[in-house]
């Protein structure tokens, strides 16, 4: 988090009284909600936690459509906007991590020790030594690109990853509160509070639990407005800090497993971009597909979309909409590879579940959510905030 946001938000909160138990003794001492601002932004710009061990729960209930039965990968993005899931973790420092990932009849483990690297998926008795290029380890392309290339590795969703996102992102749109009387996975914890200064978003609230000793965080939790239970929910259940045994970061591949290897660099990840952008218009053909990929009349396939689309941002903060450029057959189109399938799936049930709707701006289809509303309209757009539909509908008509 920028020093001088730490600062703006400081003085805005600081000055105000410290914070006392609802009832009884406090089991913390006092801290302002500045004075935990500047511990937890410290906390995650350094990105250095104690050794530590513990189940994480993740929790959805936005409002959406289940993952399409045939879904095979538990640990997609998709996947995890519904539902519970639960994971384990073990950190040992830098060089010790392990998580898995546990499914309904599977587990899918993450092991870093050293400079070895594995990713084992049971399902498929498939064990993965990869190797991150040394170009996506270094200075900032560390922070801009995933080194899985676009996989959701359940440490994405852990309350530490959320919180320094959360943090860096905060400003003086947002009202802070504090308290020290919460208890997460048994372990006594301050919780930050953060919320909309705008009536007009559909958050309520976005509550982060910090242990009270190591200030690393053991939850968040999102609320929508008018709920009392977190539409979007991510925390321990159970942690330990003490370090972990040496024997978790140890991996050999089981017999009978099959064993490849991998070497994830940059054009890895700008392959998996350039898809991502194809399905939302930008630049037209991937560059995987651009040799020898032909139609079917046998000419050269053209772009998906129009090359010349954009992102555009209306409005700002937490009232922010994003504008892109999509068609609805982007949504159930289905890759020739068959990678990509679920997405498909996804999108045929997101799409069953939207309203018909018209005005000025044109005609198109809206899906609401608890946290999110998005409007697909018919000439080739979508528009996508956590506000009302009215909101979008405004912003659709700025063309």
Known sequence: MPIAAVAVIAAAVGTGPVIAAVRGTPALPDRTAGQLLAEA??????????????????????????????????????????????????????GRQRVAF??????????????????????????????????????????????????????????????????????????????????????????????????????????????????????????????????????????????PAPENFTFTPPAGAKVTQETIGDKDVEKAEDRALRRLGHGGEDKAGKEGKESKDGGKAGPSAPDTGEITVHGSAWTSVIEAPLRTSDLTEKPRDGAGSEVAGFGEAVLSAAKPVSGAWGNGRLIQTKLITVLLTDDGRVLAGAVGPQALYEAAGRK
């Open 102 to 243: 546990l499914g309904r009849m599977s587990e899918t483990n993450l092991i870093k020790n050293g400079d070895r690297v594995w990713l084992y998926e049971s399902g498929g008795n498939k064990a993965t030594r990869l190797k991150v290029a040394d170009s996506l380890l270094a200075g900032e392309e560390r922070g801009r690109k995933h080194p899985l290339g676009g996989r959701a590795v359940p440490t994405d969703l852990t309350p530490q990853a959320l919180s320094a996102q959360l943090l860096d992102a905060i400003d003086e749109h947002t009202a802070v509160g504090v308290s020290n009387d919460v208890k997460v996975a048994d372990r006594a914890a301050y919780q930050l509070t953060f919320a909309p200064k705008s009536p007009d978003s559909l958050v309520k609230e976005i509550r982060v639990a910090f242990d009270g000793e190591t200030y690393v965080p053991l939850r968040f939790q999102v609320y929508a407005k008018d709920s009392i239970e977190p539409a979007f929910e991510t925390g321990f259940t159970s942690v330990t800090f003490t370090p």
């Open 41 to 94: 932004a410290g906390a995650a710009r350094s990105g250095q936690f104690p050794p530590m061990s513990g189940t994480v729960l993740q929790t959805s209930s936005l409002g959406l459509p289940s993952m399409p039965a045939q879904s095979a990968d538990p640990t997609s993005p998709l996947s995890l906007l519904t539902g519970a899931h639960e994971f384990k973790v073990w950190y040992g420092g830098a």
